[in-house]
């Protein structure tokens, strides 16, 4: 009999996930077995990151730490009713299979990153059980100007080996601040850098807490999820906004605007 091959995933050229599991792949992704990674575990307390060994228990950190620049973290941002009422809202939205075992909902531009093209034809705005959050996050000095034109839920299950590869969030259409609320699950954001090639560094991400990535922790450090590191179903709502281009005197601001426009009319339905 002909063996048919059914691909049950969305992964794409390197992306892997458990449906579509490449054992070749799997040595890339967990490069700490072949190599000696230096973990160390970032402290919100006090912004910085410690040898693996250590405690975490602050202020009696061990061992030589090191400011790690550009990350707040909010927890406990909502409640667990809250939680579990946005959750039964995204919920209502089907998600759409994505790369490396993980599902999504967009809202947003359609956006070709190679070609630097944006469509907004299909883009109905933020969805309106994100515009208290939005409210919320604004409460705060890092956030009091954030415009976010974007929102994406991720859902991650470790059934699935839900992870996402070592990225930068896109520099030309977005802008510095990446937002990111954690429902139903803690896990950690895993930042490298190709100055300091042997090192992790794992920020804590517990369930219902704001994630702002900014400053150095964004432009300087790449961020990727590790599979390890779901232990339950995750959803992650990423908000961003827009760059410099897009606003202010920048050459693309008519279209910023459009899309800022569209964004807050907080009536949006998904666009996959
Ligand atoms: O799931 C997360 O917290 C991060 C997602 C992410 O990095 C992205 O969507 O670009
Ligand atoms: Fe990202």
Same mark, same amino acid.
């Given at each position: 009999m002909a063996n048919i091959n059914i691909k049950t995933c969305a992964c794409k050229g390197i992306r892997y996930c458990l449906l579509c599991g490449n054992i070749t792949n799997d040595m890339v992704q967990d490069r700490n077995v072949a190599q000696t990674i230096e973990i160390h575990n970032y402290c919100p307390d006090c912004h910085k990151a410690w040898p693996a060994l250590d405690l975490m228990q602050h202020p009696?950190?061990?061992?030589?730490?090191?400011?790690?620049?550009?990350?707040?973290?909010?927890?406990d941002f909502i409640t667990e009713v809250e939680e579990q009422q946005l959750c039964q809202q995204i919920d209502q939205t089907p998600f759409v299979d994505s790369q490396s075992g993980r599902r999504k909902q967009d809202f947003g531009p359609k956006v070709n990153f190679k070609k630097r093209k944006l469509k907004c034809d299909d883009f109905s705005g933020l969805p309106n059980y994100s515009k208290a959050l939005y409210v919320k996050m604004t409460t705060n000095s890092l956030l009091h100007d954030f415009i976010p034109v974007e929102l994406c839920n991720l859902e991650y299950m470790p059934e699935r080996?839900?992870?996402?590869d070592p990225h930068f *969030?896109?520099?030309?259409?977005?802008?510095?601040?990446l937002?990111?609320?954690?429902? $139903?699950s803690d896990s950690y954001l895993c930042m490298t850098c190709d100055e300091h090639p042997n090192m992790e560094v794992h920020i804590p991400m517990?369930?219902?807490? $704001?994630?702002?990535?900014?400053g150095?922790?964004?432009y300087k450090w790449k961020h990727s999820i590790h599979r390890? *590191?779901?232990?339950?179903?995750?959803?992650?709502?990423?908000?961003?906004e827009l760059s410099d281009e897009f606003r202010g005197q920048g050459t693309q601001s008519e279209m910023g605007q459009k899309?800022?426009?569209i964004a807050f009319t907080f009536k949006g339905i998904a666009v996959g």
């Open positions: 009696s950190h061990q061992g030589d730490g090191f400011e790690f620049e550009g990350i707040f973290l909010w927890t080996g839900s992870a996402i *969030d896109d520099f030309w259409l977005w802008g510095e601040r937002v990111t609320l954690n429902l $139903l517990p369930r219902r807490s $704001l994630l702002v990535v900014h150095p922790a964004r390890k *590191d779901i232990s339950g179903r995750r959803l992650a709502m990423t908000f961003r899309l800022i426009n």
